[in-house]
């Protein structure tokens, strides 16, 4: 099938997530600052931090299935099991804010976000083995920031039996790393329509 359905499919599942997401805010218990920081202020940040990862996944998600004409049965699966980790999000971010960074809960969020990244990078190799997987290689090159931040995430769980709230540290470097903008596939894509430019 055409991979314009999966992509409006999986677009509808990451807006439900970030709306679910910021449903689970609490409203603060009073009027002024120091009830807005005390209330919501974990869950503010908490939620931020997942609203960027979501962001990052729609953004990578748009420009690799540019890359693709048709999504095959394996691709559709590994693209509901991307889906299935993200939509744990909402869940993992919550019990992270009233958890107050507790170990577990930081644990869990941490193993959510490397659960993700492992699917996205499954995902990807799905792709590669498509009759379009030589353009989607071709424009990926050699991913360093996909096999790096793994690693990252793992450091982060680590340190979450150390110190909890040191356990997030290594996500938000990884979120950061994430939000410089990758040209990678805009990048191809051009060269790309160059190339078919000069043949015509």
């Known amino acids: 099938m055409r991979s314009g359905r ?3 499919f999986s677009d509808g599942v990451l807006a439900i997530v970030i709306t679910i997401m910021v449903l689970g805010l609490r409203a603060p218990r009073g009027v002024g600052w120091h009830a807005l920081f005390d209330t919501s202020g974990l869950g503010l940040v908490t939620y931020l931090v ?4 979501v962001g990052i996944y729609w953004n990578n998600h748009h420009h690799l299935f540019q890359l693709v004409d048709h999504a095959d049965g394996a691709v559709l699966w590994a693209n509901l099991h991307l ?11 919550s019990w992270l804010d009233h958890s107050r960074l507790a170990q577990v809960p930081t644990i869990v969020y941490g193993a959510n ?22 353009r989607a290689r071709a424009a990926l090159g050699v991913d360093l920031k996909g096999k790096v931040s793994p690693v990252v995430y793992v450091a982060g769980i680590l340190a979450a039996l150390w110190v909890p ?20 596939v805009e990048k191809f894509l051009a060269e790309e329509r160059e190339l078919l430019g000069r043949d015509e």
Do not use: K, N
């Open 83 to 93: 889906l299935f980790w993200l939509s744990l999000f909402p869940f993992s971010t």
């Open 50 to 53: 997942s609203f960027v990862y």
């Open 165 to 184: 709230w040191v356990g997030l540290v290594p996500p938000v470097v990884v979120a950061l790393m994430w939000l410089v903008p990758d040209r990678r």
């Open 113 to 134: 976000l490397l659960a993700a990244a492992i699917a996205y990078f499954l995902l990807q190799r799905a792709i590669m083995r498509t009759p379009s997987g030589d």
């Open 6 to 8: 999966l992509e409006a």
